[in-house]
């Protein structure tokens, strides 16, 4: 059977926009900047996405497209031995862990969407509502929303499936973000938290700063995943790889941008003496219990149905932004499925989504539901040195999210450069744009690859296994041995 194909450039670009734009552009981004120093955070985050992020997207990209493969096919096709077959099979079952993980966070975001569009802004503002939510029955009922949604988009395939729901939902996401962002800068006090956002405080960077921008700046634009190997393999030939990288990374950075500039200035108008800490505990801290509040105290000056309106309108814009990377993550295994078994697509999302179905609802079960799977384990070490008691979600997030998608990074610069080799690689980025060979970025990607960007990552893994199941982090002792803390 002949693979299907994005039927332009643009119709890759918007999905592969989809998967990079996600609740870590709107969510995560702000909160760390806010946390680290403003601009002074962007700037470098800027500096990661194109320097050292920006490669490894362009070599994910160039493997599928080279291969027309998903990445277990990829490694097995090139690798020709069982060690780098291995790193496929990692490539796969990442995704579909991490997949469960997106999963229960979206189920939350259409919960409190639903909730929204009921005008029960009221509940959600409480600072219990979100654990009673999390806990309730009524998240199965989301659960089942956001899993058929999902199916009854990767069920239409590549072209009118993934295509056209990203099509559609990119673009209206970005018109509901201006348009967010013009109305916020609206409010009183807006523009304290727009210079907030804005003026750089370098003092606030540290050598953790740095780890967590750069490991930020990774997850936010999908790599690692092999979300972009297996989009790649829907590239066409003729289109042009190189600046339709370049064009995701933009607009993933363009949207964390703009999502500052929608968040801070909410804070701040909601309360101008607002203490930094207060906002920023964690990404889903503020999202489902700090901005409901927002919601809640605009009714006094918009009213009951604005205020409703304006969190629906809020939350159906992170919805998109979740549900386009969510289809992308899942996509990765149902194509490995489908291309090792020969299986039809129906077939392959019926077995894979209910091995994820049963992982997720072990997962909403784990927030104190169930006791086992809420302290299924302990690891680590807390601030006194006791081990620290995880979930089911924790484990998932630690160990694929935090441990494996440095590793499979790390991986994937090596096989490309060492495996595959340079001069495959740019035969494949050059496809399509014939000005590519000979170019600086062409030099630039091959010599980053081979080196520092693996270097980089090995760090960044090594630390992560000693900060998180050893309580030790080599980094910040490096960096205070070196006086840069
Ligand atoms: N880029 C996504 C985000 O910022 C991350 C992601 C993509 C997660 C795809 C899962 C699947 O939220």
Redesign the pocket.
Known sequence: MKREQFSSSLGFILAAAG????????V??PVMASKNGGAAFLIIYAFFVFFICLPVMLAEMSLGRHTRQNPLGAYTEIGQNRAWRTVGWLSVIT?FM??VF?LVITVWIAGYLGKAIMGQLDQLADPDGFGLFINSDELFIYMALVVGLTFLILQGGVKKGIEKATTVLMPTLFVMLIALVIYVLTLDNAMLGVKFFLVPDFSKITGQVLNGALAQAF????LA?G?LITYGSYIQKNNNIVSAGKMVAAL?LLVACCSGLLILPAAFSFNPDIEITELSESSIGMIFMFLPKIFLALQADIGYFGASFIASFFFLLVFF??MT??V??IEVPVASIMDGKGLSRRKALYSLGAAMVVLAVISALSFGRVDMLSGITSYGADATGQPIVKSFFDLIYDMFYETILPLNGLLLCLFVIYRWKKQNLDAEMSQGNASFAGSFLQKYVNFSLGTFIPVILAIIFINTVSTIYFGYNMLTVFFEQIGFN
């Open positions: 998967s990079a734009v996600g609740i870590g552009n709107l995560a981004f995704p991490i997949g997106y997850f936010s634009l999908s995943m979300i993933s932004a979740a990377s969510l992308s993550i």
